[in-house]
């Protein structure tokens, strides 16, 4: 076994684990396999399968390739170097993870990125994209907020969730991910 922090499903019934080492598990052929990788907190998975980590001073966001072989760590894992917390993939398939107090963009194919500081240094823990495309952080410093970044024009938009609230959430928060599979 594994101890698991997370579950990300893909598209094409693959379920990964938020774990060191993780799960990939075959959910049609009802298959499993541990693999190595750099390390954990949040966990996505992208349009190909491929399971993308958030890895807070492990070794940063990383991807690890659906369908492996997974013999050769430097063949199946890439990796961005730039710590995180938690990690999404919007619609347009561009990767997206918080190190709080910042929003990182990770562009998937070059795994280069992009750093855009949350409003007033506020840490956030959680990321998520909406069915907009825009990407949101729910603030845990106590302030009660959310943020939302506009890719595009990128500006932010600040709105009260829970006034003195710490929010702390890193999954699916908007439930665009899940309609992206229905």
Known sequence: GVPVYGLALSEAGILWTASVPTARIDTQALTYEHIDHTGSY???????????????????VHRINAN??????????????????????????????????????????????SK???PNGHTVHGVAPDDAGKIWGPSWDGSGLAFRFDPINLTWDTFTVDANQSNYTYSDMTGALLRQFV
């Open 116 to 118: 855009y500081s949350f």
């Open 42 to 60: 949040g966990i996505a998975v992208d349009g190909n399968s491929d399971a993308w980590f958030g890895g807070f001073g492990t070794g940063g």
């Open 68 to 113: 492996g072989p997974y013999l050769n760590r430097a063949a199946y894992e890439a990796t961005t170097g730039v710590s995180a917390y938690a990690v999404t993939v919007d619609g347009q398939g561009t990767v997206w993870a918080e190190n709080s107090p910042e929003l990182i963009k990770v562009d998937p194919v070059t795994m280069a990125t």
